[in-house]
């Protein structure tokens, strides 16, 4: 786009009518009018690269922003709560002086085009926005979602996106504890790549992105700028893929894990020194981004002089410089006695820093190139004033059609023998299958902080040594249950989540989201989009724990085909002695096996319906989050009083799922028998929500069971830890060795 | 007296923090070295922990091993300092010619993470005497570059001498020559493997297992007894 003359300001006002590529970087007619009516005069061609980045649906939230502004409206009050949604993380208060910083964000799009880069810059970007928060990174996790397993694509993506995942984080030192694997055909062209990450810093070191202070110093520090990822916000993440387009190859960003390292461990040096006023990781939007954010939520403008950012490609314009996500770099704001000091730390570290600005008394932000203004504009209207569209949305017309057709209709299985083929059909499916083959490839033991990690419910990590004080995180989704009704599936997979952090002994705290949907230009899929929203919203306000960020991607769809609403959920809890946790595997022989809470006749949506019967179809299980929050409060004190030594969440897949999973891990088997009222195939396949299985020492049996019933939590005792078959008394017996082949050998045989 | 433990940090190390934090567990002092630091702080053994020095973009460790802090390193163990190197230490002490042989990427082409069993073939190498010979242990693998290959010549003179340190046993995770896991020079103070002995410390952390902390009270009665 450079051209002669430079495009400056002044340019601009002297040349109302020259027509500028608006609709080719994104933007639509009535946006560009209104960049036009902000400023008075045509905008340059830096400010229209800006503008068309930052009010991107990536980045400015414009279809969503009416819907998650419920978040905020009804937050629920919680003391841990330290920064909430707004800034690059939000950060929860754990106790003893600590503070942890957490957050999901999606890479999907670029996933798809190159798996391997775009899954290794998603794990890149995440880590960056803990870092700014003053945070130690301690972990990832990875909630995956890929096309039908046997697709000859999927062998194309999902190997690419694990090994980039693993090249990339691995190379970090960051623990990998956590995270999903799913498969469904909805997500062929358009896998999720969804990255999560955990930091950890003292109170005093929260660091905000915010430029203060006139005549303090911008310093961009990390890598060169290049020409990857111009755009990758505004056209690659905010479109919908459709195969007339030339290649979008060269708007996936290329990472360089060796260069994040550096970073992580030089911002770190710069933070405990204090040397740091404020900071702003460069993401999607690069350096529109970080100048506009910092100075807009400063109390004063910025001045930059382009022509002093470090390039890769020295035939760069202006354009491309600020739209570049070009990945490893920061922008720090830094007084002018402590610069010397900060780049004497970057050169410790070999990493190139620059001052390209400082901030000014004016509210403007100033951008200079080869000597003149190529950018004079309010930062708020780049980076907080972008449209905001009240989509229609509209619950779609096959709504009703697909609740009505009812999977607890669909055959059952006649015969014991027939129930036993169905069990070993379910836990050797690809969902249901052990994802060993894949976290594998993930460095879980980095740190030497690792107390959990998968298979586990939830990854826990160890944040003090002396204390034994630990954090957990899950993550949690099912497509296929918001599909049938997305306020209710938004709310069973924060429910999953709570209760996996629960599970493991930990308190849930606080919520970071990803919400994956299609078009928002399709009025049925912003009904979706709506309805999950206000469900995780009613959620998190009933379960009392906020909402502290997360992100939402849009546009996930090939055609008119969009995936499954898929809203995934991390919540983040806290365990003050890691010592109490409480592990999936059965511990040992001759523990009581517990079923807590209520199991009814619900197959919708359920792993049985699909791995059986290919069908989706009916309600998904109901919720009742009352339940949810007391099964966790019985859960975390049989943990902290040792009446528990395992405990396993029922979710996807019902109770055999878990008891062959709790089986496998220990190397010990179970005899389960079928308790009044209920059917073996209800028992062992039925998807109620709420529920979790635990094994209980003999020795504590009374007093989990006064505990269970002083509270009110129905607590049925439904077998023992027992050699080395899985037994359900008066059914079948399967020997842990049938079911490890059936479990283990599935994802191997598909994609190694 | 306790013993002091150099840990060096090239850009790039990922496990330092952790074997200081091994070194501590067994009751010695972790000294942290730099990657520029011209000398080793009068340190009585070093660790060269794992990581992707420099990025590793070229073979792992062939550029740390030509770092500042390598030249006293190199000179003073072959004076006999023991020196252990873990993973990507493993591979900078072959790329430093401080032991033999080569590691080549793993045979199935994958980053491999999980809790590996091993054979101890020698107990008598300055890391390895407070476990006995024939000893099976549990330790966590992570690596990308894990195959270690040598000529047959080599690989003949260190069995023969007893320099086979470890072996894995029931399966091989990268296709490494004889199940070699880590080996040792003649004077048995320098011993590299790939495993990670600084994640088997603590009984609640990573595999829940301490297979690995014997490491670390092995030099460490070496150097307090010396």
Redesign the interface.
């Known amino acids: 786009m450079s051209r002669t003359p430079l495009d400056t300001v002044e340019h601009a006002a002297a040349t109302p009518d020259v027509e500028l590529p608006w609709a080719e970087l994104g933007l639509k007619k009535d946006e560009y009018e209104r960049v036009v009516e902000i400023l008075g005069r045509r905008p340059t061609g830096a400010e229209l690269a800006m503008y068309s980045v930052m009010w991107s649906e990536h980045c400015s939230y414009k279809s969503s922003k009416v819907h998650l502004r419920q978040f905020g409206e009804k937050a629920p009050q919680s003391d841990a709560l330290l920064v909430g949604i707004g800034e690059n993380a939000g950060v929860v208060d754990v106790g003893q002086g600590y503070a942890v910083t957490f957050k999901v964000e999606s890479h999907n799009h670029p996933s798809y085009v190159e798996p391997y880069q775009g899954a290794a810059t998603g794990v890149g970007g995440i880590v960056r926005d803990i870092i700014a928060m003053g945070a130690r990174p301690v972990a990832v996790v990875d909630p995956l979602r890929f096309g039908a397993a046997d697709h000859p694509d999927t062998k194309r993506v999902l190997p690419g996106v694990v ?1 980039g995942i ?2 990339y984080g ?4 960051l623990p990998n504890i956590g995270g999903e694997v799913v498969f469904d055909a909805c997500y062929q062209g358009n896998p999720l790549v969804n990255a999560g990450a955990i930091g950890v810093m003292r109170h005093e070191d929260i660091h905000l992105a915010k430029a203060s202070g006139a005549g303090n110093k911008v310093i961009l520090y990390g890598a060169r700028t290049g020409g990857d990822g111009i755009g990758g916000a505004s056209i690659l993440a905010s479109e919908t893929f459709d195969d007339a387009k030339p290649s979008k190859r060269p708007a996936v960003q290329v990472g ?4 994040e ?2 970073l992580i461990e030089c911002t770190l040096e710069a933070f405990a020194e204090k040397l740091v006023v404020g900071i702003q990781d460069l993401g999607a939007a690069g350096l529109s981004c970080a100048t506009s954010e910092l100075a807009s939520n400063g109390s004063g403008g910025m001045r930059v002089t382009l022509d002093d950012v470090p390039l890769r490609d020295s035939t760069l314009s202006p354009e491309e410089i600020l739209m570049s996500e070009s990945q490893e770099r920061m922008c720090a704001v830094v007084e002018p006695d402590k610069v010397e000091r900060f780049l004497e730390i970057c050169d410790k ?2 990493v190139i820093a620059t001052v390209i600005g400082e901030v000014t008394d004016g509210d403007r932000l100033e951008i200079f190139w080869h000597g003149g203004k190529i950018v004079d504009v309010d930062p708020r209207t780049v980076a907080h004033d972008g449209p905001v569209y009240e989509r229609p949305y509209a619950r779609p017309d096959w709504q009703d059609a697909l609740q009505a057709d009812d999977a607890g209709k669909l055959p059952r299985p006649a015969t014991s023998e027939e129930l036993r083929d169905q069990v070993l059909k379910l836990v050797a499916s690809p969902n249901q299958a052990s994802k060993k083959w894949i ?13 959990l990690a998968q298979p586990e419910d939830s990854g826990m990590i ?1 944040v003090d ?1 002396e204390s ?1 004080l630990g954090v957990a995180i899950a993550t949690d989704g099912n497509g296929r249950y918001a599909k049938l009704d997305p306020y209710t599936g938004a709310q069973l997979a924060l429910a999953e989540a709570y209760r996996n952090v629960a599970t493991t002994g930990a308190k849930p705290l606080a919520v970071s989201d990803c919400l994956n949907f299609g078009s928002p230009e399709d009025p049925a899929v912003m009904w979706q989009f709506a309805e999950a929203v206000r469900g995780l919203a009613d959620g998190c306000l009933q379960l009392g724990t906020p909402v502290t960020g997360g992100n939402v991607s849009l546009y996930n769809q090939t055609g008119e085909a969009a995936i499954h609403p898929t809203p995934v959920v991390a919540v983040l809890g806290v365990i003050d002695d ?2 109490r946790r409480t592990p999936v595997a059965f511990q040992e022989e001759g523990q009581l096996i517990y079923l807590l809470g209520d199991t009814r006749e619900e197959f919708g949506g359920s792993a049985w319906s699909q791995v059986v019967h290919d069908h989706l179809g009916g309600l998904p299980p109901r919720v009742d989050l009352e339940r949810e929050r007391l099964l966790a409060e019985i859960l975390i004190s049989a943990s902290r009083d040792g009446m528990i030594d395992s405990a396993h969440d029922l979710s996807d897949g019902g109770l055999v799922q878990a008891v062959v999973e709790s089986a496998l891990l220990g190397g010990k088997g179970a005899r389960l028998i079928v308790p009044d009222g209920l059917d073996a195939f209800t028992l062992l396949f039925s998807e109620s929500a709420g529920r979790a299985i635990v094994a209980v020492p003999r020795s504590e049996e009374v007093r989990f069971n006064d505990m269970c019933g002083a509270r009110g939590l129905p607590a049925t005792r439904i077998g023992v830890v027992d050699g080395d078959t899985v037994e359900i008394q008066g059914e079948f017996t399967l020997t842990l060795a049938e079911l490890r082949e059936a479990h283990e050998n599935t994802i191997p045989s598909l994609l ?1 | 007296m306790t013993a002091r433990i150099g840990v060096v940090t090239f ?2 190390s ?2 330092d ?2 074997t200081q ?2 070194i501590r567990i067994a009751g010695a002092e972790p000294v942290a070295l730099w990657h520029k630091d011209k000398d080793l702080k009068q340190v009585d053994a070093v660790v060269l922990c ?3 020095s ?4 070229l073979r792992a460790g062939a550029i740390a091993r030509f770092s500042p802090v390598m030249e006293p390193l190199i000179d003073q163990a072959r004076a006999g300092l023991p020196v252990l190197g873990i993973c990507n230490g493993f591979q900078i002490l072959t790329e430093a010619h401080l032991l033999p042989g080569a590691m080549l990427g793993n045979d ?1 082409l ?5 809790d590996q069993k091993l054979r101890v073939e020698n107990a008598e190498t300055s890391w390895t005497t407070d476990y006995s010979a024939g000893q099976e242990i549990h330790i ?1 693998l ?1 690596n ?1 570059d894990g195959r270690y290959v040598a000529d047959d010549y080599t690989l003949d003179q260190l069995e023969a001498e007893g320099r086979v340190a470890f072996r894995y046993v029931d399966f091989n995770p990268n296709g490494s020559l004889r199940d070699i896991a880590g080996i040792t020079n003649e004077a048995g103070n320098v011993v590299g493997l790939m495993p ?1 002995p ?2 088997a ?2 009984s ?4 829940g297992r301490t297979d690995g902390l014997p490491f670390f009270t092995s030099i460490l009665k070496k150097l307090v007894t010396a």
């Open positions: 090994a693993g090249g691995n190379c970090l030192g360089d894990p060796f260069q390292k550096l570290w070999d976290t594998s490839q993930y460095d879980h033991f980095v740190q030497g902080n690792t107390v160890r040594e034994g890691v010592a190694a | 850009p790039g990922l496990d923090r952790d934090r091994a794992g990581g992707f420099y990025g590793d973009y199935h994958h980053f491999i993470c999980r966590p992570k990308m990670h600084e994640h410390v603590e609640l952390i990573g595999t």
